[in-house]
T-cell receptor
Framework: GQNIDQPTEMTATEGAIVQINCTYQTSGFNGLFWYQQHAGEAPTFLSYNVLDGLEEKGRFSSFLSRSKGYSYLLLKELQMKDSASYLCAVMDSNYQLIWGAGTKLIIKP | DVKVTQSSRYLVKRTGEKVFLECVQDMDHENMFWYRQDPGLGLRLIYFSYDVKMKEKGDIPEGYSVSREKKERFSLILESASTNQTSMYLC????????????FGPGTRLTVL
């Protein structure tokens, strides 16, 4: 079957760095997405990786290793507004998105 | 500014009622999707559509149907609502291309009593 695993909850301190991991087993691979979802709001797109390596976008970076079925989202200089759930999703061989359950990130002052 | 709107943010219905959830996008996207989101589970795809009058079943279509009469509008129908359909329903849309970032609406929190 298809499976996306990510930690349920993480806590970090304002100003620090946090890494949210995602491992996947899917039938085929056509890219991995990270979305941010604040409580009660719609998910919003953060990043897309289809090749191995690191993609940097401001304070956020996303890494992919296809051979290991692994990705992480790195958030630097954490701000209180980064408190949200972070969703990992893999596009399978049918170009359908398979979603993880999300990681709730709590930022403490 | 791109926009996906959903007809209601909150909805309370009774068991057995027919429920209509509407989604409209203004980005001229070909693809539209309906998901449900439940605590501890990832988003689960109910139905999707790649074109007007076209629909495909997702992972959990049972108890649901959809309608896409116009490109910008995608409706989700619960033929006879049941308590296990209490959930957050999210609509999304995207362009028809391999790399298809999806844009989401704000969601409808449906409670079936």
């Amino acid at each position: 079957g298809q499976n996306i695993d990510q930690p349920t909850e993480m806590t970090a301190t304002e100003g620090a760095i946090v890494q949210i991991n995602c491992t996947y087993q899917t039938s085929g691979f056509n890219g991995l997405f990270w979305y941010q979802q604040h409580a009660g709001e719609a998910p919003t797109f953060l990043s897309y990786n289809v090749l191995d390596g690191l993609e940097e976008k401001g304070r956020f970076s996303s890494f992919l290793s296809r051979s290991k079925g692994y990705s992480y989202l790195l958030l630097k200089e954490l701000q209180m507004k980064d408190s949200a759930s972070y969703l990992c999703a893999v596009m399978d061989s049918n170009y359908q998105l398979i979603w993880g359950a999300g990681t709730k990130l709590i930022i403490k002052p | 500014d791109v926009k996906v709107t959903q007809s209601s943010r909150y909805l309370v219905k009774r068991t057995g009622e027919k429920v209509f959830l509407e989604c409209v996008q203004d980005m001229d996207h070909e693809n539209m999707f309906w998901y449900r989101q439940d605590p501890g589970l990832g988003l689960r795809l109910i139905y999707f559509s790649y074109d007007v009058k076209m629909k495909e079943k997702g992972d959990i279509p049972e108890g649901y149907s959809v309608s896409r009469e116009k490109k910008e509008r995608f409706s989700l129908i619960l033929e006879s609502a049941s308590t296990n359909q209490t959930s957050m329903y999210l609509c999304a849309s995207s362009f028809k291309q391999d790399y298809n970032e999806q844009f989401f609406g704000p969601g409808t929190r449906l409670t079936v009593l």
